[in-house]
């Protein structure tokens, strides 16, 4: 399995409150993405990033931001929570935007 | 309408049967992919192919991209075979960094 981890895995937050998810990955690779997984839904990408410090928008990235500083990282921000951001986060991390896409084990938010 | 639509959106199997879970597409793909997702569980990808047909054990996905469509088959299903399917489009030109996704297939087979 691809070294991807995810934290926190679960994180109950009330509205209007800021909010990090971390992505982490040991594997080197160069692209990384964060999903949202609603039901009713298939996974959509909120942002992606494709080198430290280049990163761009996804189809549903209102009210959400990211920074990669390193390759490793790359961290997904709620600045101020809403409880339709209630979801299931996913990481995804792939050597070439050609290639198979890896995923995290998910990060679950509830926003109160 | 959705660029990506899979059927049926649910299955319920006995064991030892053979299942097959279809995704149609509307525009031109560069890639596609299925992946896997147990109850509760994170996601896995199963193949990722551009044409023809790919085999992993008891799994066998098929592309046809005259017709925009793939297939992903399960011969002799298991219990532990029970989980949503996803199939996903990586479009041609434009960025390829994006894949769309079904909304995915619950597979359920009983013992």
């Known amino acids: 399995d691809a070294g991807i981890t995810q934290s926190p895995r679960h994180k109950v937050t009330e509205t209007g409150t800021p909010v990090t998810l971390r992505c982490h990955q040991t594997e080197n690779h160069r692209y990384m993405y964060w999903y949202r997984q609603d039901p009713g839904h298939g996974l959509r990408l909120i942002h992606y990033?494709?080198?430290?410090?280049?990163?761009d928008k996804g189809e549903v990235s209102d009210g959400y931001s990211v920074s990669r500083s390193k390759t490793e990282d790359f961290l997904l921000t709620l600045e101020s929570a809403t409880s339709s951001q209630t979801s299931v986060y996913f990481c995804?991390?792939?050597?070439?935007?050609?290639?198979?896409?890896?995923f995290g084990p998910g990060t679950r938010l509830t926003v109160t | 309408k959705n660029e990506v639509e899979q059927s049926p959106q649910n299955l319920t199997a006995q064991e030892g049967e053979f299942i097959t879970i279809n995704c149609s597409y509307s525009?031109?793909?560069?890639?596609l992919h299925w992946l896997q997702q147990h109850p509760g569980g994170g996601i896995v990808s199963l193949f990722m192919?551009?044409?023809g047909k790919k085999k992993h054990g008891r799994l066998i996905a098929t592309i046809n991209i005259q017709e925009k469509h793939s297939s992903l088959h399960i011969t002799a299903s298991h219990p532990r075979d029970s989980a949503v399917y996803i199939c996903?489009?990586?479009?041609?030109?434009?960025?390829?960094?994006?894949?769309?996704f079904g909304k995915g297939t619950l597979l359920t087979v009983n013992p």
């Open positions: 525009v031109g793909i560069s890639a």
């Open positions: 995804a991390i792939s050597e070439s935007e050609m290639y198979e896409q890896y």
């Open positions: 990033s494709y080198g430290v410090k280049d990163t």
């Open positions: 996903a489009v990586r479009l041609r030109g434009g960025s390829n960094y994006k894949l769309t």
């Open positions: 192919l551009s044409s």
